[in-house]
């Protein structure tokens, strides 16, 4: 992955949700691409236009310096919320529960987790802050239990004629999780890559030689 390509920061259900974003980004000088983004598939055949999204994308090194210019953002508006924003209703723990999966909520509601925990007495420095965001880091980066049966079936489909094979043998060596801060990691453990990337081949040479025998059939 290069530095200068530009990955998924965030999406939203259209182009005006976006725009406070975008006009963040473009004055703190950050860069970004904006796409529609649909399932490649849909597979109720309806095309429905709620499945589709307005993404912001940046380059990786930005995710971490945009993440922060929205938060302080967001710090600002915590004093303007009303008094029935749910957030106020949640107790300690559960505030606790915000700051430690952050990805999972938006910055308005990080920022006020944080602001009502100092309130409480409870409030996290910088360092404690950083220990968790490497944490939740370090959690997401974990690679998926052994793919035993993945492995298996991919095996026995590459034997049998090589195209689903194929494909699961490519999902187990290729496919990956992007994480909050840009950067993008393998879903699965060494071995099963390892073992997707011999089903490629297992597949491949599987599929030639099919191919192969039915054109010779063809030819007799």
Same mark, same amino acid.
């Given at each position: 992955?290069?530095? %200068?390509?530009?990955?998924?920061?965030?999406?939203?259900?259209?182009?005006? @949700?976006?725009?406070?974003?975008?006009?963040?980004?473009?004055?703190? /000088?950050?860069?970004?691409?904006? !796409?529609?983004?649909?399932? #490649? +598939?849909?597979?109720?055949? #309806?095309?429905?236009?709620?499945?589709?999204?307005?993404? @912001?994308?940046?380059?990786?090194?930005? +995710?971490?310096?945009?993440?922060?210019?929205?938060? =302080? &953002?967001?710090?600002?508006?915590?004093?303007?919320?009303?008094?029935?924003?749910?957030? +106020? &209703?949640?107790?300690?723990?559960?505030?606790? /529960?915000?700051?430690?999966?952050?990805?999972?909520?938006?910055?308005? %509601? @990080? &920022?006020?987790? !944080?602001?009502?925990?100092?309130?409480?007495?409870?409030?996290?420095?910088? #360092?404690?802050?950083?220990?968790?965001?490497? =944490?939740?880091?370090?959690?997401?980066?974990?690679?998926? *239990?052994?793919?035993?049966?993945?492995? @298996?079936?991919?095996? #026995?489909?590459?034997?049998?004629?090589?195209? +689903?094979?194929?494909?699961?043998?490519?999902?187990?060596?290729?496919?990956?999780? =992007?994480?909050?801060?840009?950067?993008?990691?393998?879903?699965?453990? *060494?071995?099963?890559?390892?073992?997707?990337? !011999?089903?490629?081949? $297992?597949?491949?040479?599987?599929?030639? $030689? $099919?191919?192969?025998?039915?054109?010779?059939?063809? $030819?007799?």
């Amino acid at each position: 992955m290069s530095d %200068d390509e530009f990955l998924p920061y965030q999406r939203f259900p259209n182009a005006t @949700v976006a725009q406070p974003l975008l006009e963040l980004l473009h004055a703190h /000088d950050i860069e970004a691409q904006t !796409r529609l983004d649909q399932p #490649a +598939f849909d597979v109720s055949f #309806a095309f429905n236009e709620t499945s589709r999204y307005f993404q @912001v994308l940046l380059r990786p090194a930005d +995710f971490v310096r945009a993440q922060a210019l929205e938060q =302080q &953002a967001a710090e600002a508006l915590t004093a303007n919320l009303p008094t029935d924003y749910y957030l +106020f &209703a949640f107790s300690s723990a559960e505030l606790h /529960d915000i700051m430690l999966r952050p990805d999972e909520w938006s910055a308005l %509601d @990080v &920022a006020l987790a !944080r602001r009502l925990l100092a309130e409480r007495g409870e409030a996290l420095s910088p #360092a404690r802050l950083e220990e968790l965001r490497q =944490q939740r880091l370090t959690d997401l980066a974990r690679p998926e *239990p052994r793919q035993t049966r993945g492995v @298996v079936a991919g095996y #026995a489909l590459a034997l049998l004629g090589g195209f +689903f094979g194929l494909l699961i043998g490519w999902h187990l060596y290729a496919h990956g999780r =992007q994480l909050p801060d840009g950067r993008r990691v393998p879903t699965f453990q *060494p071995a099963d890559r390892t073992h997707g990337l !011999r089903i490629v081949v $297992l597949s491949s040479l599987c599929l030639v $030689l $099919l191919l192969g025998w039915y054109f010779y059939r063809e $030819l007799l």
